[in-house]
């Protein structure tokens, strides 16, 4: 039980973390933006793709959580293994930081290298983009070790 609710803990804290991270506020929201051609887009040609979006938020919303609960579930359960077999948190960690680097930054890295982003903003996107996940995988380990 405690697994599922510490999943559900960290598919709310990706959320969290991806909604302040890629906000228009903040230099990495900026780059998101610039990725996906907003910045050569006139303020009407804006104003039209957001509301066209809209239709389809609840849906990638939806399917985003799903997303999140698989790592989140992963990374609960690196932690919760880890300690139960006398790991010290640190150690688990350590175990979310190995998949991290050797699972999710490849992925991310080739979505990158393959998709139509603007090569001048790839490598700004990348490291965006990874920080973005190394930040929640690490905020979801913490909450699970402490709990």
Known sequence: MALVILTLVGAVIAAVVGTLWYSQSTPMGKIHMRSMGFDTLSDAEKKKKMEEGKAMMGKMYTAQILLSLLTSFAVVFIVTESLANGLTLPMAIGF????????????????????SCDRSLAWKKFFSDIFENLVTVILVAIVAGIF
């Open 96 to 115: 979310v930081l190995f998949n991290w680097l050797t699972f999710m930054v490849p992925v991310i890295g080739t979505q990158i290298l393959w998709s």
